[in-house]
């Protein structure tokens, strides 16, 4: 099993992050994986705004009604999310992306000979 299927490491970064208080509310919904809360949503912070991102996890999981200020971790929850989407993709780009399956990385010529030099060959 990877590492984002796994309940105790996403239990682990609602610790990291501040928000194990809200980890009950997370499960409610589905969201008891790094790879299922990566999925909640399709939030893109480069490409969209905030307001789905504010509908789908923050009003619902806060019982925020929209209102004033946004409520505590908030903010906590926009970078977990964040963290969730770049461990899958991660992972996602790790099994399949036939560059990273021991390819070898082509050395700039100083490189070698750096690594020569600390290596003890001529």
Known sequence: MSHIQSQAVFRQKLR???VESLQSRLINKGWDTIAAFAAAVTFNP???TEELF???IVQPVL?????????RYAN???QLF????????ADTRAKYDV???GAP???HKWDGLSAAKTSGSP
């Open 82 to 89: 964040w963290d969730c989407i770049q461990a899958k993709l």
């Open 46 to 48: 480069e490409h969209s």
């Open 63 to 71: 019982a925020w009604n929209g209102q004033g200020d946004e409520p």
């Open 99 to 101: 560059r990273s399956e």
């Open 54 to 56: 504010t509908a789908k």
């Open 105 to 107: 990385v082509k050395m």
């Open 76 to 78: 906590n929850l926009r």
């Open 16 to 18: 990291d992050f501040g």
